[in-house]
């Protein structure tokens, strides 16, 4: 950059020395005086976020092109990347370590939003991949992702609000909704919901849902996580708030029902009965997935006359050698599923096949052999390993997981009826569960008006 | 009419096929069993068009908001007292009934305790719950289980040990006279609608009963009590049916499924109607409990510590008369004590009908 320092005659005001005092001693913080004859300008910044480039290009470049007669201030006023100045020393300076540089010209100020953000490229949908749909997800930018967003909605009723949460990170959250659909007393719901937050510090939008949630026990979600922009519009077109935290590629939809986590954003892009079919089977892989070994314990330990004859010979033909009740056999196996998909998890890609291989395959068959389980258990276990990842979104997958041991330990204590209650006590729970209010399980038939009113008591 | 209003009516009915009704039934089916059961049949349609028109009227009010504005204290009270220990014995004697069954059908081996303690947790929490919620859950329920349930009644009525024969048998004692006890077990299959008078608070959409709903309800009922009848009728025959603990059970054991996982229908049956009975139960026990408090004016009571301890009570005194009474009652008493249950039901709804046609005339002046 070719321009002047700043001359020892030319003292800044006091309120630029304050601001600048507050900021130091970071090593980035830049005091610029730009200087000609008639003009004097201040400039306070922070190097690592703004956008030299275009600083040089839109406030240096034309201090010095620009003839006498001209009003630099009127210019600098007039540009477009003005944003709102705040009240107060302390909310001047969260917006310049924004990005923003902060303009002081004679006794008039402004900040200038000439952010310039690393990490804006936009990710692969890793989490939630489809065949059709858009292939990319969110990025690590609030600014590109509300991008995205107006890429693909273009509605003057697209709101989009920010808000800044009182921790110490002082990061960007906005909430984004169409102002048509939404319904107003959820917005105002979820707005004090974050408001009120009393958190030190928020790092993604995994941490803000949790916080969000209010309980500190709970096991399902009662709000989304998603990369996809497509499933955040689909939710935003529903009249649901999404919450976009700055920095984080995940996006949170709220409020939510149980069946929101069991959709995936392929259903949109394929024919009626293929989608019928895939639906039917994910919701059997739900149903498999928690009730399965449960079923199994019920049916070896307490009822096996439940099924065929022939089959409770066979059952209990594989159990034959096996050294203890079924219901340990079943625990064994499921912890081991559950620690091997852990591990595969975590590992890199490279060691995870091996992991899986290794536990999966050779354990599997040395456990039959070595008559520590039977081969329908080990069936039972691939089964339950497989359905459950047929549910689309993770944090549904968890709970459904963490489900299936409760329901085991039902079933363990009162046999195949244990199930069937603890299948129905589920139920209850779920049904009972509100997500900012909004039930969060029932039938939900389209074009219905709502018979039932939430009762008070 | 809602429909949620449908759901509860249908549940009940249902809960009634493991209850001792069909076999109070069969005892008196040379005795004006068919002639009662198309007398009740009509009754129960003319209970369900009192019942609806009455709260029409009051369209988001409970009963004992309702007694509340137009009835002194002195009648109201006593009046939700007497419901609520109608509704918490209908609770009671399913539960009870149920816990038997799984004694002798599914798990023998159990000890009693172990099958009460099953359901203390789960139908503590379904009694606590929101009203609203349980209304949402029936529903789910019912959608979950319909296609099994169709699946069940089409194996039923196509199966080939129904021997329809013994059911002409059975219809040509129809010139009986009419019998009040058959009336009243009749009666009871159609009162699962009765339990508005704690929903209607959620139902705020203005109800209507015309000739549709009417037809809705006479077909379901005569439906209901077709198949309660002479299905088991059919299969086990008309000469031995009426000597048979539960004739359902019976019945569904006698059908299999030939190339099912599961051979024998009756596990299906009896898992069916465990999800059913459970939230009859639940329904039933969340209704008595809601009179209970309206009828010690607990609603009154705006602190909410003060509400959960009147509930905690509610349901410590439920459950330790349950536990008592199912430890104590025999089969023999649970069928007799269910008749003189059924026999008061009549009389306690006639009860009923009046009051809401004095409210009627007091809330129109």
């Known amino acids: 950059m070719s321009m002047d320092e700043t001359t020892s005659h030319t003292e800044p005001p006091a309120y630029f020395t304050r601001l600048a005092k507050r900021l130091e001693p970071t090593s ?28 040089q290009e839109i406030v240096v470049k034309p201090f010095y092109e620009m003839s006498a007669d001209q009003n630099f ?48 490229a936009v990710q692969e949908a890793i989490m939630e991949p489809t065949i059709h749909g858009p292939q990319l997800g969110l990025s690590e930018s609030i600014e590109t992702n509300i991008n995205l967003m107006r890429q693909r909605y273009h509605k003057p009723s697209l709101i989009i609000e920010p808000i800044q949460l009182e921790d110490i990170s002082n990061r960007d959250i906005a909430l984004i909704y169409d102002g048509e659909k939404v319904k107003p007393h959820l917005l105002k719901k979820i707005r004090a919901r974050i408001l009120t937050l009393d958190v030190e510090l928020v790092q993604a939008s995994g ?179 497989i359905s459950t990842f047929v549910i689309p979104i993770s944090e549904m997958n968890y709970a459904v997981r963490v489900c299936r041991f409760l329901l085991l330990v039902y079933t363990t204590l009162f046999g195949i009826a244990g199930m069937m209650l603890g299948m129905l006590g589920l139920l209850l729970y779920l049904v009972n569960k509100d997500s900012f209010g909004e039930p969060y399980l029932r039938m939900f038939w389209k074009n219905r008006r709502e018979e039932l009113e939430a009762d008070d008591s | ?29 040379e005795e004006g069993a068919i002639v009662t059961m198309i007398i009740a049949l009509f009754f129960g349609v003319f209970i369900n068009w009192v019942l609806i028109t009455f709260f029409k009227a009051f369209p988001g009010k409970s009963l004992p908001h309702i007694l509340s504005l137009y009835l002194s204290k002195w009648i109201a009270i006593p009046t939700l007292f007497i419901l609520g220990i109608v509704w918490y014995v209908s609770g009671m004697q399913t539960l ?25 947790p789960v139908i503590t929490f379904g009694v606590i719950m929101q009203s609203r919620n349980i209304l949402f859950t029936l529903e789910l329920v019912f959608v979950l289980s319909f296609p099994v349930a169709a699946y069940y009644v089409v194996k ?107 051979e024998r229908v009756i596990f299906i049956f009896l898992l069916l109607l465990l999800a059913i009975a ?6 039933h026990w969340h209704v008595a409990c809601k009179l209970f408090q309206s009828a010690f004016g607990i609603e009154q009571l705006k602190i909410k510590l003060r509400e959960k301890i009147s509930l905690g009570i509610v349901v410590v005194v439920f459950w330790s008369i349950a536990i008592y009474t199912t430890l104590k009652v025999t089969e023999y008493d649970l069928f007799l004590y269910s008749k003189y249950y059924f026999n008061s039901i009549p009389i306690i709804l006639i009860g009923l009908m009046v009051l809401m046609l004095v409210v009627n005339r007091r809330a129109k002046v």
């Open chain 1, 28 to 55: 980035d913080i830049v005091k610029k005086t730009l200087k000609s004859k008639d003009r004097i300008v201040h400039l306070l910044y922070l190097k690592s976020v703004v956008d030299i480039m275009q600083l």
């Open chain 1, 73 to 120: 201030a009127e210019y600098i006023f007039s540009l477009p990347y003005e944003t709102k100045m705040p009240t107060g020393d302390e909310e001047v300076l969260i917006e310049i370590t924004k990005g923003n540089v902060f303009v002081m010209i004679d006794k008039q100020i402004t900040l200038l939003e000439l952010k310039v953000v690393a990490a804006n």
């Open chain 1, 207 to 385: 941490d803000l849902q949790y916080y969000l949630n209010n309980k500190k026990y709970s096991l399902f979600p009662t709000s989304l996580l998603t990369e996809r922009p497509d499933r955040i519009l689909h939710n935003m077109a529903g009249g649901k708030v999404i919450i976009l935290v700055d920095g984080s590629p995940h996006a949170i939809i709220a409020p939510t029902t149980f069946f929101d986590f069991m959709l995936s954003m392929e259903d949109a892009y394929y024919s009626f009965w293929v989608v019928t079919l895939i639906r039917f089977l994910r919701y059997a892989g739900l149903f498999t997935c928690i009730m399965l070994p449960a079923i199994y314990v019920g049916v070896t330990s307490y009822t096996p006359e439940v099924l065929r004859s022939e089959l409770a010979l066979t059952v209990a033909a594989s159990r034959i050698g096996v050294p203890y009740p079924s219901f340990i056999e079943v625990f064994f196996m499921l912890i081991f599923i559950e620690l091997l998909t852990e591990a595969s998890m975590r590992l890199p890609n490279s060691i995870s096949a091996t992991a899986t291989t290794v536990g999966g395959l050779i354990l599997g068959t040395a456990a039959v052999e070595a008559a520590l389980t039977s081969n329908i258990m080990v069936i039972v276990v691939s089964l339950v390993a």
């Open chain 2, 1 to 29: 009419m809602s429909r949620f209003v449908y759901f509860l009516l249908i549940s009940n009915m249902i809960a009634n096929l493991i209850a001792s009704s069909p076999r109070i039934l069969f005892g008196k089916s």
């Open chain 2, 96 to 120: 009870i009934t149920y816990i038997d069954i799984l004694l002798r059908f599914i798990t023998p081996e159990m000890s009693v305790y172990l099958i009460i303690a099953m359901f203390i």
């Open chain 2, 156 to 262: 039923l009525y196509f199966s080939e040990q129904v021997s329809w024969n013994h059911v002409a048998i059975a219809m040509t004692f129809i010139d009986n006279p009419p019998d009040y006890t058959v009336f009243s077990t009749v009666t009871y299959l159609f009162v699962g609608a009765f339990d508005i008078i704690i929903f209607n608070s959620l139902l705020k959409k203005k109800m209507t009963f015309g000739i549709k709903q009417a037809l809705i309800i006479f077909i379901l009922g005569a439906f209901a009590i077709f198949t309660t009848y002479f299905i088991p009728i059919g299969v086990l025959g008309f000469d031995q049916v009426e000597s048979i603990l539960y004739p359902w059970i019976l019945t569904s054991d006698s059908i299999r499924m030939k190339f099912g996982v599961i």
């Open chain 2, 278 to 283: 459970f939230l009859n139960i639940t329904i």
